[in-house]
């Protein structure tokens, strides 16, 4: 036993014997390995950040590969759909359950005027600046002749004037089963609306029931007879500041009644109950002084007309007065895009179809100048079709000026028929 105790203490004496590592060399060496774990410890952190940072910049990488190739399909899709005149939209309450959007042909401009003008008057500018409209009667009110940049109107002043077309047979119903009426006027700033009365207030012993009038602002119409109201889109009913040059366009067929503001379609009824018989224009609350004058210009009715495609196979060609163009220009006006629609669907149905597009113009003016205006008016509708996607070798046009009227050139209506666009089959 007592050897193993002393075996047992040998070692500690050894260690007591052993000359001891003062504190200052510990408290050194210590130092160090705390030095190399600290530098250890922030290279192993740097590592992990700089892996993080190259992790992020891939994952962005990889999401904008994935959000380009996203926006293509959907651009494809989307592509095809156009192709197809389909869309596809995800059903509320079940994101994987889609359904076919139908395709919707709307035609919100289908105004095509007349065959025939039985009354025109833009007004002449042989009227004389301050007297009362040669062509018109008057009921109330007042309304004279005045030029604004550089075209005769008619200027409707003094309380609420209202007019009729001055003619020889206005005691009669003037206004056929088929005819259109157009006209534009101008609203001024606060300016109240208009009436357009489908019967002659002065001649024309219509019963009060059958009194049927509309009332147009550059908002929209209101027809009374009907009940029907339609606004303008994209402009306040209610907003008696607006003031503009307006189109109103009015489309009668048997019983049918369509009015259009500008190049939209605001009211269109099946089945109207009155006759219309003739036309009185009528201005509210028209004063020169308070600059709440009503202007009006380009009045013109029309009777008929036959369909494009029946007038094609019965006389070769179709007739239209009704696509208009600026004072001695070649530009065309928003209102002439009814008949050249139809026109294009005509060819567009028809593709064995091909026409000529011959310009023709009324006798005032020089021969050459209307030579050359009619060429380049019969160029401008052949390029307004051709850009809508009809094939250029389908087209020609060709011009005629006055050597070809179809009417006398001594009338205002006589003019308004000679001054006209035909497309003659080729």
Same mark, same amino acid.
């Given at each position: 036993m007592m050897k193993s105790l002393l075996k047992g203490l040998i070692p500690l004496l050894f260690f007591l014997c052993t000359p001891q590592i003062t504190h200052g060399q510990f408290l050194k060496k210590l130092a160090k390995k705390a030095e190399a774990k600290v530098e250890r410890e922030a290279e192993e952190r740097a590592e992990k950040r700089v892996n993080k940072k190259i992790d992020e910049e891939f994952d962005k990488a990889e999401d904008a590969i994935d959000g380009k190739d996203k926006k293509e399909e959907k651009k494809n899709k989307e592509t095809e759909e156009k192709k197809t005149g389909n869309s596809t939209v995800k059903k509320e309450?079940?994101?994987?359950?889609?359904i076919v959007e139908p395709k919707v042909v709307w035609n919100k401009f289908d105004f095509v005027p007349g065959d025939t003008v039985i009354f025109e008057d833009a007004p002449s500018a042989e009227e004389e600046n301050g007297e009362f409209p040669s062509r018109w009667d008057l009921i109330k009110g007042q309304v004279e002749i005045a030029n604004i940049d550089g075209e005769n109107v008619m200027m409707f002043i003094d309380g609420s004037p209202m007019i009729i077309p001055y003619l020889k047979n206005s005691k009669e119903d003037y206004l056929p089963e088929i005819f259109t009426i157009e006209f534009?006027?101008?609203?001024?700033v606060k300016g109240n609306r208009i009436s357009v009365y489908l019967t002659d207030y002065k001649n024309q012993k219509t019963p009060n029931k059958y009194k049927m009038y509309m009332d147009i602002s550059s908002g929209g119409v209101s027809e009374k007879l009907a009940g029907v109201t339609g606004n303008f889109?994209?402009?306040d009913y209610r907003?008696?500041?607006?003031?503009?040059?307006?189109? /109103?366009s009015i489309a009668f067929t048997k019983g049918k009644l369509k009015?259009?503001?500008?190049?939209?379609? /605001?009211?269109?009824?099946?089945?109207?109950?009155?006759?219309? +018989?003739? $036309? +009185?224009l009528q201005a509210y609350w028209a004063e020169l002084e308070a600059d709440k004058a009503f202007y009006f210009k380009n009045i013109r009715i029309a009777k008929g007309g036959v369909k494009y495609y029946d007038r094609v196979l019965s006389e070769g060609k179709i007739i239209v007065n009704g696509i208009k163009f600026d004072v001695n220009k070649a530009t065309l006006k928003p209102e002439s895009m009814g008949p050249i629609n139809k026109i294009y669907q005509l060819m567009q149905k028809q593709p064995n179809l091909n026409f000529s597009v011959e310009g023709h113009t009324? +006798? !005032?003016?020089? !021969?050459?100048v209307n030579m050359t205006l009619s060429k380049a008016r019969g160029k401008t509708v052949m390029g307004? $079709?051709?850009?809508?996607g009809i094939a250029g070798e389908r087209l020609k046009f060709n011009g005629f000026g006055e050597s070809k009227p179809i009417d006398n050139n001594s009338t205002p209506e006589g003019k308004a028929n000679?001054?006209? /666009?035909?497309? /003659?089959?080729?």
């Open positions: 309450g079940n994101e994987n359950q889609e534009d006027f101008y609203k001024p889109p994209g402009i907003n008696s500041s607006d003031a503009r040059w307006i189109h /109103v009015v259009y503001m500008d190049d939209t379609r /605001v009211i269109n009824i099946p089945h109207y109950e009155g006759n219309p +018989s003739g $036309l +009185s009324d +006798s !005032d003016g020089g !021969d050459d307004k $079709l051709i850009g809508m000679n001054r006209r /666009v035909e497309f /003659v089959k080729f």
